[in-house]
Structure formats: structure tokens, C-alpha cells
Nanobody
Framework: QVQLVEFGGGLVQAGGSLRLSCQVSGRTFSSYAMGWFRQAPGKEREFVASISRRFGLTDYSDSVKGRFTIARDNAKNTVYLQMNSLNPEDTAVYYC????????????????WGRGTQVTVSS
């Protein structure tokens, strides 16, 4: 397992943008597929986006496709989630996760998790 720490959460107005980052420990960041998940109050944790280990192939949930962008910078051991056109339904704790196997939309395929960062979107 590796250590992950999320940054960039906060309060934003509806229609605004926010960029989350996830700092990953070690020098083997490129060996991990990365994902973002979120959990809203009273809801189950859900998949948001993922990016593959080597070439940055991406996948998104239908609810965020076209609004969110996941990217990684292997030289900086960092994965990002750019969130545009935010709405109150995006309010949640956002979690960064790493998989030593493959990119997936299933949280069970991820080995390591950050502690989360709160994103609140006001209307």
C-alpha cells in the first residue's frame, strides 16, 4: 500500500469550478491506477473517475462526464480532479484511491485510500 493525501476541497458556488489533488507517497506512483470516489451525506460511496497506470486512459461516471476531468502527473506523484459546472448534487467527501491491479469503477479493486476532502457546492 501507499499513502495518499487529498487537497483542494472547499466551498464553491453552483456553476463554479474546483480542482482537487491527491499526493501519493513513494517513487512507484506510475505503478498504480488511480481513482476518485465520493460519498454524499446519507448516500453510498460512488465512483467518479479513474485513470490508468501508464498512459492515462480515463473513465468517468455518467453523472460527471463532460464536467470533470481526471489527470495524473507521474513526475509529481500527483493525480488531479478538475471539477467544472458544479452543482449542489456534487456536494460530498471526495476520496482518492490507488489500485495495484487496474483502473476500475469498483472500490474493492483499490488497495489504498486517502482520508477524503470535503467539497460543498452552494445554490
Amino acid at each position: 500500500q501507499v499513502q495518499l493525501v487529498e487537497f483542494g476541497g472547499g466551498l464553491v458556488q453552483a456553476g463554479g469550478s474546483l480542482r482537487l489533488s491527491c499526493q501519493v507517497s513513494g517513487r512507484t506512483f506510475s505503478s498504480y491506477a488511480m481513482g476518485w470516489f465520493r460519498q454524499a451525506p446519507g448516500k453510498e460511496r460512488e465512483f467518479v473517475a479513474s485513470i490508468s497506470r501508464r498512459f492515462g486512459l480515463t473513465d468517468y461516471s455518467d453523472s460527471v462526464k463532460g464536467r470533470f476531468t481526471i489527470a495524473r502527473d507521474n513526475a509529481k506523484n500527483t493525480v488531479y480532479l478538475q471539477m467544472n459546472s458544479l452543482n449542489p448534487e456534487d456536494t460530498a467527501v471526495y476520496y482518492c484511491a490507488a489500485s495495484s491491479v487496474y483502473a476500475s469503477n469498483n472500490q474493492g479493486d483499490f488497495d489504498s485510500w486517502g482520508r477524503g476532502t470535503q467539497v460543498t457546492v452552494s445554490s
